[in-house]
């Protein structure tokens, strides 16, 4: 079993800061691409950052300049920096991650339970 569990979302002024981290667990021979996922209320989930195994970012252009995404390795766990919070960023952000169980299987796309994020006075 693979579980990906997020932490650190919550209620935030507008111009705040929050730190999203996601720690995968469970039977893991390696890890390619980690990401972070956000769905608002009557929105499709959007992607909102990702990064390669090798440590190179993308991101949504509604979020750059002010999300950083990480990862270390060692701890399989993927972390989201995000500054300058607007009221639009509320949502609820999903973690995800292709990860290969053993060395000669597949890569599956596993998701975390989600964590909510207020961006509100």
């Known amino acids: 079993q693979v579980q990906l569990v997020e932490s650190g979302g919550g209620l935030v002024q507008p111009g705040g800061s929050l730190r999203l981290s996601c720690a995968a667990s469970?039977?893991?021979?390696?890890?390619?691409?980690m990401g972070w996922y956000r769905q608002a209320p009557g929105n499709e989930r959007e992607l909102v950052a990702a990064?390669?195994?090798?440590?190179?970012?993308t991101y949504a252009d509604s979020v750059k300049g002010r999300f950083t995404i990480s990862r270390d390795n060692a701890k399989n766990t993927v972390y989201l920096q995000m500054n300058s919070l607007k009221p639009e960023d509320t949502a609820v952000y999903y973690c995800?991650?292709?990860?290969?169980?053993?060395?000669?299987?597949?890569?599956?796309?596993?998701w975390g339970q989600g964590t909510q994020v207020t961006v509100s006075l």
């Open positions: 995800n991650a292709d990860i290969k169980k053993r060395r000669f299987t597949v890569v599956a796309t596993y």
């Open positions: 469970g039977s893991i021979f390696s890890i390619n691409a």
């Open positions: 990064i390669t195994s090798g440590g190179n970012p």
